[in-house]
């Protein structure tokens, strides 16, 4: 839906008063129904709820439910509430919508004061439920009603987006776009805004590998697999990927990490510095360089050998690792914590206060099938964990994910909460904006064409952010770019560096979606 449509009929969205002064006060010459529900994906139940109501008053009011309050199902509502609002305004039944800032209509009845209130069929079933009888007493005093629509056809918003999500990624993002005032060129103006900044990574590095075979068979006796070695390719991975991420975005890097004396830290060192990252390695004799390797046949992965040591570091790495985070002159300092024995709670505290005053502080924890936990890193300035590594630290599987989301964000302390929730993109939380203010949560559907691999996308969500809110101090920005750069990562097979170019490809796509081009 482009901006010129939506003037057609925005003018229909008001705040509860503006409709009460609009209709004016009981008793009116023409009468007022209320129509109130979540309306997530409006569908032929709703346009039937709809157009029954119009047949009992001449003017139709659809209320819905803000974002914040709706908890049914683990990601919804899957339309912001500035959509669906749009969704019900383009209706030409109705004739006014309202989204309703409070849990329940209770307060907008008592303002608007509509001579009906509909209510669906399946709300006649048994007793009346005790929010029903809520809504009857507001009515009665005023002398409003309650009337039921038929119940001869009924679909659930909830059964058709399990069957089938609408495709609204586009939709939703120029809806947020517009909400907060940003264009498609200050994407643009912000990729250019990357290059130069100076950003410190610290954390865990790790050689990722992949032994590739072919199968032979099987021995007779027992059950072994039999296959023939063809090749073996060595990535940096871990926190390395992290820093090689953002120099591919064009910010000069500074790197700490820990390594072993063997080959693999001779190519870890070779690999970073033909990248542009400048590394500060730390030897530690004691600890081989972390290594993960794993044993390919036929696309499948068969086996995962891991050579590491999770002991934490000493105290003297430790110090290091201080003087190192202190000494810098960067604008960001990102934590990559994979707890591979630089991060821990003894660790982090020292660390973290090594960090000068006014640097840009950013955390990842990687360690939801480890004994890490996100809630370690305390009044980071952004913190980017997954739905997994957000339940682990909460201790909390039952929860649906935006008060999950804002419960992390409130026991963290961080500024700005990203929370990765796979396919289904990410919900960014921001402390700056009250939690009641419709726009303290947003959420962004990925933009991924056709996914490859989708190892790695965090990583590079996490250096596009961290780098766009360095720039631009803006959100919103970071968000788009950091989920667009995701989507990137997607559509190539291994972790790789995600360049400017390909997330301004992205963004040029994404432009022309929202065209119709």
């Known amino acids: 839906m482009d901006s010129a449509s939506k003037h057609l009929f925005s ?36 346009v039937r709820h709809l157009l029954y109501a119009k047949t009992k008053a001449d003017v139709v009011i659809a209320s819905l439910t803000a974002d914040e309050h709706i908890k049914k199902g683990n990601m919804r509502p899957y339309v912001p509430q500035d959509l669906r609002a749009m969704n019900l305004a383009a209706l030409e039944m109705v004739d006014y919508v309202v989204v309703d800032s409070d849990a329940t209509p209770l307060k907008n009845l008592a303002i608007i004061q ?33 009337i039921f629509t038929p119940g001869d056809i009924v679909y659930s918003s909830s059964a058709l987006i399990e069957l089938a999500p609408p495709s609204i990624a586009v939709d939703k993002l120029m809806t947020l776009m517009e909400a907060e005032g940003v264009s498609f060129q200050d994407l643009r103006d912000t990729l250019d805004k990357l290059k130069g900044l100076r950003v410190h990574v610290v954390g865990d590095t790790i050689v990722d590998s992949y032994t590739y075979c072919s199968m032979i068979g099987g021995m007779t006796k027992t ?19 992290v820093a090689k991420h953002l120099r591919a975005a ?32 730390i030897i530690d004799e004691t600890r081989p360089t972390t290594n993960k390797n794993a044993i390919v046949a036929e696309t499948y992965r068969m086996l995962k050998i891991d050579t ?55 955390a990842d924890s990687q360690v939801a099938s480890r004994w890490g936990n996100i809630l370690e890193f305390q009044n980071f300035d ?24 804002l419960e992390l964000l409130n026991r963290s302390g961080c500024g700005t909460l990203m929370l990765k929730c796979g396919e289904r993109g990410i919900i960014t939380y ?18 991924a064409g056709h996914v490859v691999d989708a190892v790695g996308a965090g990583d590079a969500l996490l250096a596009y952010s961290t780098l766009a809110l360095v720039a631009t101090k803006n959100d919103v920005i970071a968000s788009i770019l950091g989920n667009m ?22 963004i040029d796509a994404v432009e022309k979606q929202a065209r119709y081009e």
């Open 11 to 46: 003018h229909k969205i008001m705040s509860a008063q503006q409709i009460r002064d609009a209709i004016g006060q009981r008793p009116r010459q023409k009468k007022v129904i209320m129509c109130h529900g979540t309306f997530d994906v409006v569908h032929p139940g709703h």
């Open 114 to 146: 509509p001579d009906y209130f509909a209510k669906g069929y399946e709300y006649t079933a048994g007793a009346v439920h005790p929010k029903t009888q809520e809504e009857i007493a507001v009515l009665d005093s005023y002398g409003g009603e309650v």
């Open 223 to 241: 059950p072994t697999m039999s296959v023939r070695f063809e090749r073996k390719v060595d990535y940096v991975g871990g926190a390395g990927v």
């Open 250 to 281: 064009g910010a000069d890097v500074t790197f700490s990490t820990v390594l072993g004396n063997d080959a693999y830290k001779s190519f870890v060192l070779d690999d970073l510095k033909a990248f542009g990252v400048h590394c500060l390695p």
């Open 308 to 362: 590491l040591d999770n002991r934490s570091i000493s105290d003297r790495i430790v110090e290091q690792l201080k003087r190192q985070i202190a000494d810098g002159n960067s604008q960001a300092v990102v934590f990559s914590d994979f707890r591979h024995g630089m991060f821990n709670r003894g660790t982090i505290p020292s660390l973290t206060s090594a960090i000068p005053e006014g640097v840009f502080r950013v």
């Open 382 to 405: 952004l913190i980017t964990p997954n739905e997994r590594e957000a339940r682990f630290a909460l201790g909390d599987q039952d929860s649906v994910v935006r008060p999950l989301a």
């Open 430 to 447: 921001r402390s700056t904006l009250p939690p009641g203010d419709p726009r303290a949560f947003f959420s962004i559907d990925t933009f």
């Open 485 to 506: 750069a995701a989507g990137v990562e997607c559509e190539h097979d291994g972790n790789w560096p995600v360049t400017p170019e390909l997330v301004l490809k992205k």
